[in-house]
């Protein structure tokens, strides 16, 4: 029975998805490649970037004809103006959309861009309601670094609404090393908190019928994130089952929350905080409940020590039954697991009613009484200290987290000792969650043998400037294939880091005569390198790294997984990379014609070349480095999307992936061996 219900819900499944794709993707798929006058109204905030701006649109017609999508519209004004609810009418080029999980747009359900081309009108128009919570989560933003300004003020700006934009680099470290990154999320934690807070001090009925609308409020001031929405639709169903004198079953409340939100975004499930979110609820709702009234036996009685041992220690099985299934997807996703997360929360939680109560008061209280704003901000400020202390000092542990092979072992231990006790209950409910511990702790250990035995490569830009970096086993190296300042190194370092799970650079290769400029991050050092090589004459002019190491032209050198070489010419060098499978060649500060003359002069072959956009400007000498390197796969490092208008595609038959401003590609690179022509 239970495996026939199991293929009903995935024919079912299956068949609502074909359905989905039929009315909803495939009629903007038929839309790629159309240009047209796109009357569209803005869903959030323009963004400006370097060189070009973009902004979050809701498309409503294309030439007087309707339409109904969501995409990204990319404009030519460097830092346009544009809030939620404006309506504008643009001449746009549809394209698709990058489908990578990491740029958002398949999360989103987006699959086509729109690139503005001609003359952009804004129409006059009424904002609708929709447009409300993206204004009041920046007005909020506003108030919290007007009264807290600094670190305190993103903290509380990250707790209430979910945006992070205002983080320092090193406090976005921090959150992430002590496992204390869920804080700056609203999730099931902050909607939880909010309606147990209500119901305490106004009971059942009536704390319900203010907790709700709070919820509701926090989940839109959010931006409707899976999280939030599974957090919400939980709070729906427990307050009804309380006012109903109903049980309350939380694994159908999850299956229900689950239901609701991929029937209205089916690919949300290729959301990193959907899977970590429903796998923490699904810890609460099955092992909680067990756990809780184990400790009630354990310790009966209403004395005071007795009620205090009962508290702690359901807190703590809170933290454990909530990381119980969302570790092992955590240690997946992010290639790191925090070793100070139990602690921390243990310590952090008691903190966040209050400060999650005293924010809302503050951003409802300073626009009509500003006096009891600025009370509430001095109340606010000692709380936010001492999360923000507890946060960092964890994060400054050296033994914070673990990153590689050691992940992954710790996962193993995880689920072996899991699979123990629950088997050790001898029951069919038990032996089953045996399994499929001891079947994650598989998976996971296949994972290490993956990891063990692949590099993987990314690809970074940074204003026209490439970022390459190798992990393996948690090893770090990079190499810098042009001029970037030392700010923007640190940005763009650290964003390509979060992806590959390290917490440093452990070798940086500077591979242009001007490489790095000598230009202080205005953060802390929070993307550190631990060895820093430069041509000689440069390293006189920085001091990034703890070791420092001059070279010559000619130099080759090994790095984790790998062995490379810097073949040089005046004004700049070649790099050649080699990694098992896979031999990556990169221009670094070098015209077309210098590039060719090395790929000539010492007959070099590659599977991927990376250039930067202005070899658009001499495609004749891009197609004779194409002919004679003969790669698989080019890569073009852009400052700005403008610059597919000049695309390098017309001269190389094989794939091309634009990389402009703050994007990245990313391959993982195993055997058999490629192509390439070997190191000279």
């Known amino acids: 029975m239970a495996l026939f219900l199991c293929l009903a819900w995935f024919g079912l499944g299956a068949a609502f998805f074909g359905l989905w794709r039929a009315r909803q993707v495939q009629p903007q798929l038929e839309l790629v490649g159309r240009s047209g006058l796109l009357l569209c109204r803005t869903e959030d905030y323009a963004q400006a970037q370097d060189g070009y701006g973009s902004v979050d649109v809701k498309a409503l017609e294309l030439d007087g004809e309707e339409v109904r999508f969501s995409t990204v519209l990319y404009l030519k004004d460097a830092s346009p103006h544009f809030e939620p609810g404006d309506l504008l009418a643009v001449q746009v080029r549809l394209d698709r959309a990058p489908l990578e999980t990491q740029r958002g747009y398949s999360q989103k359900g987006i699959f086509l861009r729109a690139k503005q081309i001609g003359p952009l009108e804004q129409k006059p128009g009424k904002r609708p309601f929709s447009a409300w919570p993206a204004a009041a989560a920046k007005e909020m933003a506003e108030t919290f670094q007007r009264r807290l300004p600094g670190r305190k003020g993103a903290l509380l700006t990250g707790i209430i609404t979910g945006n992070k934009d205002g983080f320092t680099a090193s406090q976005r470290r921090e959150l992430n090393l002590s496992g204390a990154a869920h804080l700056a999320a609203v999730s099931g934690l902050h909607i939880s908190v909010l309606l147990a807070a209500a119901m305490a001090l106004l009971g059942r009925w009536w704390g319900g019928l203010l907790g709700l609308p709070l919820c509701l409020l926090m989940t839109l001031l959010a931006g409707g994130t899976p999280s939030a929405l599974r957090a919400l639709t939980m709070a729906v169903c427990s307050v009804g089952a309380l006012w109903l004198r109903r049980d309350r079953d939380g694994p159908s409340a999850l299956a229900a929350a ?20 429903f796998s923490a609820a699904a810890g609460l709702a099955w092992l909680l409940p067990g756990m809780t009234e184990s400790i009630r036996r354990t310790l009966p009685g209403n004395g005071p020590g007795r009620r205090l041992a009962r508290s702690l220690l359901g807190a703590l099985a809170a933290s454990l039954a909530a990381q119980a299934f969302s570790l092992p997807v955590s240690a997946l996703v992010f290639q790191r697991v925090s070793l100070t997360a139990l602690g921390t929360n243990l310590l952090l939680l008691p903190l966040l009613t209050p400060v999650l109560t005293l924010g809302l008061l503050l951003a409802a209280l300073e626009p009509i009484w500003p006096a ?43 689920g072996g000792a899991a699979a123990a006790l629950f088997f050790l209950r001898k029951k069919q409910a038990g032996r089953s969650l045996a399994a499929l511990a001891l079947c994650a702790a598989l998976c996971l250990s296949m994972a290490e043998l993956e990891q063990a035995f692949t590099v993987r490569l990314t690809v970074a830009s940074s204003r026209g400037s490439g970022l390459i970096l190798t992990s393996r086993s948690g090893q770090v190296s990079a190499f810098c294939s042009g001029k970037m300042r030392t700010d923007r190194f640190y940005q763009t370092a650290q964003q390509a880091l979060d992806r590959l799970g390290g917490d440093r650079v452990h070798r940086l290769w500077l591979t242009s005569p001007a490489g790095i400029g000598p230009i202080r991050p205005a953060d802390s050092r929070w993307a550190q390198v631990d060895w820093l090589a430069a041509p000689e004459g440069l390293l006189p002019e920085l001091a990034l790294g703890e070791e420092n190491f001059s070279y010559q032209s000619g130099g080759s050198f090994v790095f984790p997984g790998g062995k490379g070489v810097l073949l040089g010419e005046e004004g700049g060098y070649v790099l050649q990379l080699e990694a098992p499978g896979c031999v990556l060649l990169a221009a670094c500060g070098q015209k077309p014609e210098e590039l060719l003359r090395v790929v000539k002069k010492h007959e070099l072959t590659c599977d991927i070349l990376v250039i930067d956009g202005d070899y658009a400007q001499d495609l004749p000498r891009l197609a004779a480095v194409c002919q004679r390197a003969e790669p698989d796969l080019l890569i073009c490092v852009q400052s700005a999307y403008e610059r597919e208008e000049q695309t390098v595609g017309a001269v190389f038959e094989g794939p091309v992936v634009y990389l402009p401003d703050y994007s990245s590609a990313e391959i993982a690179c195993w055997a058999p061996p490629g192509k390439g022509g070997g190191l000279q």
Do not use: C, H, N, Y
């Not at 689950?258 to 979110?277: E, H, K, N, T």
């Not at 033994?399 to 710790?410: D, I, K, M, R």
């Open 372 to 414: 009891a704003g600025r009370e509430i901000a001095w109340l606010l400020r000692p709380l936010l200290g001492l999360m923000d202390g507890i946060q960092s000092k964890a994060a400054s542990l050296p033994w914070a987290s673990a990153t590689g092979g050691s992940v992954f072992l710790l996962m193993f231990a995880f």
């Open 258 to 277: 689950l239901v609701l939100i991929l029937l209205f975004r089916p690919m949300s499930v290729l959301d990193a905080g959907l899977q970590l979110s």
